[in-house]
């Protein structure tokens, strides 16, 4: 009995091992929830290895381009071309572009295209956006609304920047975010109907390419989101400039041909 005895520890022995785990455990508890956020993503999301901010250029406007998973190839690059060749134009307030997620991670486009992110705009400081594209990506008319993370950055970056541009679909995102109730506008041709029921107090406009009223220029996307895009040139640079970057890319460019509507009336 008396060996017995020995081998069992005092319970006043257990009671100062329980409470040093429990006083260790709420120690880890405490400060770790006090860590501040930026840092644990950060620390749970480290930039990919080939991960580097872009260049930005002083003097330029800065024009960033929101993307997701899903986002359509010609909603983003037709604009991103035209923006981006504004560098090789002499004379001229240029453009820096790049591309804004909610991650640093790869963003696989709809067709297939990986690409990364310049910036995470929920951990990232930015630089200050003169112009938001917001091209058109596989869930704007259904999951991507229910992002109230991504509502609020472009509801936010809206108030300072200087034009919103959508393409196809992206009209939706924008409509979500409540830029559109009193602004004029269009979206993708067969997607109207759809656009009309979901917002039925916006004005929205068929048969025309794009829409211009005030800040915001909303396009029917596709291929003719170049042609929106050139436009937005020849109001910051002029008709010649316009026309040399459309002829840098091989697009026939003449604005007169061109069928879109402004606040003063369809030309």
Known sequence: ????????????????????????LLFIIFFGCHIPVSQKLSEQSPPPANY????????????????????YNTELTAPYDIFQHTIFREGIKAMNTFMVANTLDPITSFEGIRMLPDYNYLTDKLPPIDILVVPSAEHHLDTDLEDEKMINFVQKTARNAMYVTSHCDGAFVLAKAGLLDDIESTTFPSDIPTYRKMFPQLTVHEDVLFVHDGKYITSAGGAKSFEASLYLCEVLYGKKIAQRLAKGLVIDWDLEDIPYLTVNGKR
């Open 52 to 71: 580097r901010q872009p260049d930005i250029q002083p003097n330029r406007y800065n024009v960033a381009f929101l993307i997701m998973d899903g986002v």
């Open 1 to 24: 009995m008396l060996y017995l005895h020995q081998q069992i520890p005092s319970l006043t022995y257990l009671y100062e091992i329980f409470k040093m785990k429990y006083s260790f």
